[in-house]
């Protein structure tokens, strides 16, 4: 059933790396986050993270930055915000994040203990 979406923007994380894997050595561009991003209709940071996960070296301030960049009233800032809240509730994760007093910093430590 075609609707004139592409098949690659309605793919799921596993089926983007699968698929992202043929796409890398073709990709000819600058900025691979930033063609990752719109082949696959994904944000910066899933980018930078599925990216990380073939092996793409990425500096860690760019995924900070790409992070603190998500617009404050939006669903997914909330959502995240909820899943950190969630994660460093936890006692092991409390412990960790004793020591970070700034929410960013608890939130970005709770993003990558969720993947």
Aim: one cysteine or more.
């Amino acid at each position: 059933m075609s609707n004139g979406v592409p098949r690659r923007l309605l793919m799921n994380r596993a089926a983007r790396l699968e698929s992202a894997k043929h796409w890398l050595p073709t990709y000819e561009g600058r900025d691979v986050v930033k063609g990752y991003r719109k082949w696959y209709g994904v944000s910066t940071v899933c980018a930078i993270i599925e990216l990380r996960q073939l092996g793409v070296k990425i500096d860690e301030q760019r995924l900070i930055q790409a992070t603190c960049s998500i617009p404050r009233n939006s669903g997914l800032f909330i959502e995240r915000l909820a899943k950190a809240f969630r994660v460093v509730s936890h006692p092991y994760y409390r412990k960790l994040a004793h020591g970070i007093s700034r929410s960013r910093d608890r939130r970005l430590l709770a993003f990558y203990e969720s993947k």
